[in-house]
Structures are given as C-alpha cells and as structure tokens.
C-alpha cells in the first residue's frame, strides 16, 4: 500500500476551501423560503417550490442516464 501524503494534504486544503465557500454560499433566510440570488437579481421561492424543483431536476438527470429503447424498423426487403 502506497499512501502519497501531500495529494491528501493538497486534498484537504481543496476541501477545506470548498466546505468555507459553501457556507458563505448557504445562509438562513426567511423561514419557509429559499432565495436565489443572480447577478442581476433575487429570486424568492416557497420552499415546496424549491423542494419540487430539486425533484424535478433529480427526476430528469436519472431519466437521461436511462439506455433509450427504439424499436426496429422494418427494413424493405427489396423486392419490388
């Protein structure tokens, strides 16, 4: 067993910095809502709203992942 002690200190840095960007990411807001701030704009949204939306999109990435199942067409025969 190989264990290469500064990829995991390098990887614990890039973690710690990502867990305190996520934190000034995610804050408490009015209860029961969830903004959505863009560059231009703030977008408020009931928290049902928001829950159904995460669905959605969780619904749609696993739906996309799905192998399509296409039936054959009948090929012509040639003869004619």
């Keep these: 067993m190989e264990i290469d002690l500064e990829r995991i200190q390098r990887a614990l840095v890039h973690f710690g ?11 408490r807001g009015p209860q ?6 863009t560059q231009d704009r703030v977008i408020e949204l009931p928290l049902v709203w928001a829950a159904a939306g995460l ?3 969780a619904i ?3 739906l996309t992942s ?3 199942r296409r039936e054959r067409e009948e090929e012509p025969l040639g003869i004619g």
């Design 17 to 27: 910095t990502a867990m305190e960007e996520a934190q000034r990411i995610v804050r």
């Design 32 to 37: 029961g809502a969830v903004r959505i701030h």
């Design 55 to 57: 669905a959605a999109f």
């Design 60 to 62: 749609a990435t696993a």
């Design 66 to 68: 799905l192998p399509v």
